[in-house]
């Protein structure tokens, strides 16, 4: 099993930047996908990036490449989503969450999930 906690959100402005930390617990962290999902209030949850467990492939939405990247350190248990040029869009609650196998966009496909960290981007 993995538990996972999100850290990094806050307020910026627009065009700032942002790293979010996705601190996991359990021997098989480095065996799991792991996923950056947000939500925006009345909006569905939705896919933002996610790498493999080795960290060899990822996979990003169209409306954050080239401005968000995600990472991992299995040696610490950590993936992180660095943001950079954040518009107001971006604002959302921002959650990781871990599945074993293949990468997903998909929310329902992982299994573990943390609380979420709050982004505020100001225009």
């Known amino acids: 099993q993995v538990q996972v906690v999100e850290s990094g959100g806050g307020l910026v402005q627009a065009g700032g930047s942002l790293r979010l930390s996705c601190a996991a617990s359990g021997r098989t962290f480095s065996t799991y996908t792991m996923g950056w999902f947000r939500q925006a209030p009345g909006k569905e949850r939705e896919f933002v990036a996610a790498?493999?467990?080795?960290?060899?492939?990822?996979n990003s939405q169209d409306s954050v490449k080239g401005r968000f990247t995600i990472s991992r350190d299995n040696a610490k248990n950590t993936v992180y989503l660095q943001m950079n040029s954040l518009k107001p869009e971006d604002t959302a609650v921002y959650y990781c969450?871990?599945?074993?196998?293949?990468?997903?966009?998909?929310?329902?496909?992982?299994?573990?999930w943390g609380q979420g960290t709050q982004v505020t981007v100001s225009s």
């Open positions: 790498i493999s467990w080795r960290g060899g492939s990822t």
């Open positions: 969450a871990a599945r074993p196998g293949v990468i997903s966009r998909t929310s329902g496909a992982y299994d573990y």
